[in-house]
């Protein structure tokens, strides 16, 4: 069992950045696909980026030329490296981790996840 626990968020003009931190507790987080999510105010959760256990990654088109998503194995954390923020980009964040299973194609990052942290703000004030 793994315990996620989001930090970096915060308050920024448009334009800033942030880095975003999720720290797994647990032994297995090198085996884990490991992905990132956003809940703005009255909208639905939405996909942001992911990353498998070896090291593919995928990023959402709204952010795919901004945003950059890493890992690193041994300090158990991954992180959302965010350079250039826009206001629709102010939501909760959440990280969210599963463990590795044989799945195919783009299974992966599109299953439902099956841990989640508890969230961080970002605010992007215009």
């Known amino acids: 069992q793994v315990q996620l626990v989001e930090s970096g968020g915060g308050l920024v003009q448009a334009g800033g950045s942030l880095r975003l931190s999720c720290v797994a507790s647990?032994?297995?987080?090198?085996?884990?696909?490991m992905g990132w999510f956003r809940q703005a105010p009255g909208k639905e959760r939405e996909f942001v980026a992911a990353?498998?256990?070896?090291?593919?990654?995928v990023l959402a088109d709204s952010v795919k030329d901004r945003f950059i998503i890493s890992r690193d194995n041994a300090k158990k954390t991954m992180y959302l490296q965010m350079p250039v923020l826009k206001s629709e980009d102010t939501a909760v964040y959440y990280c969210?981790?599963?463990?590795?299973?044989?799945?195919?194609?783009?299974?992966?990052?599109?299953?439902?996840?099956?841990?989640w942290g508890q969230g961080t703000q970002v605010t992007v004030s215009s």
């Open positions: 969210a981790g599963n463990p590795w299973r044989p799945v195919t194609g783009d299974s992966w990052y599109r299953d439902p996840y099956e841990y």
């Open positions: 647990g032994s297995t987080f090198s085996t884990y696909d």
């Open positions: 990353m498998r256990w070896g090291g593919s990654f």
